[in-house]
């Protein structure tokens, strides 16, 4: 999330009233979470396994939980609790202001688009040229629809990110800012959702198609000519290259990524990256060739566990 302008780091810790270690005129420019990055940017941490990784991110402000050496040329905000001030910040520059009508005054709508009934269209919505937007579709405040992009009934685009911090008496939502980008010529299937990032966004690439009940998490990139059948689901931060296939019921892990062409089979669910050109399937997913022989083996093991007990040595 970038900023409307450029802030100093003694008016940032102001509005959270927290302590600062640096220079007060440092610059600050954007918010956003730790893989997402840029220089200019805050990125909260609260937890000592993340600290190095914060400290040396990108990230040239560090909201964090103790007071810890500063790196060069980057600058401390100290809170007692980073979560929860990274919320209020993000509440700051982007406060409530749900629009209560179908589509927004703020919507574009682009030349030759086709809006059928029910569509909900937010604040800031930009739709390009020849979109069809079938019926009960629902496009959240700020997302990007490109050109020639195709929208089955009852699918929502723009959807908080299923992202939460558990404490010991209730469990606190993160405050999503991000958006959804999708480019030309992409199709959604019908009942498929698609959450915006936390602060960054979330991309479908161009000419990609997504069958019935796709579901894509927060600051997923997904690349051009992508194709996932229907059930798939897609966790959070995921980077998936080119023409990259995903069938039915497949399901992918955080933070991961799928190569350029390669496959991920059916009901399979990827745990770690997947390579390029490569065809992975089972649960955890490995090598699909290896994993057939893996279910061949596993339907002989009866008959050999049998052959065992009746004391046949003709294995």
Not at 50 to 66: E, P, R, W
Not at 183 to 194: K, P, R
């Amino acid at each position: 999330m970038k900023l409307p302008e450029e802030y100093k780091l003694e008016v940032i810790a102001a509005l959270i009233n927290c302590n600062f270690e640096g220079n007060p005129n440092h610059i600050i420019s954007g918010l956003n979470e730790i893989h997402m990055v840029e220089n200019g940017d805050i990125v909260f941490v609260d937890h000592p396994k993340y600290y190095d990784k914060a400290l040396n991110s990108k990230a040239t402000t560090i909201l964090i939980n103790v007071p810890v050496k500063c790196p060069d040329g980057k600058a401390l905000l100290i809170s007692d609790d980073p979560f929860r001030d990274y919320n209020k910040l993000v509440r700051h520059f982007q406060p409530i202001n749900y629009s209560q009508q179908p589509i927004s005054n703020t919507a574009k709508i682009g030349k030759n688009t086709i809006i059928m009934p029910g569509v909900y269209l937010g604040n800031n919505v930009i739709i390009g040229n020849n979109c069809i937007l079938h019926p009960n579709v629902v496009i959240y405040d700020n997302c990007h629809i490109q050109n020639n992009v195709i929208i089955h009934a009852n699918s929502v685009i723009g959807a908080d990110a299923f992202y939460y911090k558990k404490r010991s008496t209730k469990i606190d939502k993160m405050i999503s800012c991000g958006r959804v980008i999708i480019e030309d010529d992409v199709e959604i299937g019908a009942l498929s959702t698609i959450d915006k990032g936390v602060s960054g966004d979330t991309i479908i690439g161009a000419g990609t198609k997504l069958d019935d009940h796709v579901h894509i998490a927060h600051d997923v990139v997904v690349g051009k000519m992508c194709i996932m059948a229907g059930g798939v689901t897609v966790a959070g931060a995921v980077i998936i290259e080119d023409g990259v296939t995903l069938w039915g019921q497949s399901a992918v892990k955080s933070g991961i990524t799928l190569g350029k062409g390669s496959s991920l089979l059916a009901q399979s669910g990827l745990t770690n990256n997947l390579p390029e050109g490569k065809t992975f399937f089972g649960s955890p997913a490995g090598d699909a060739r290896t994993k057939m022989k893996e279910v061949a083996a596993l339907k002989m093991l009866p008959d050999l566990i049998k052959k065992i007990k009746t004391g046949n040595s003709a294995l």
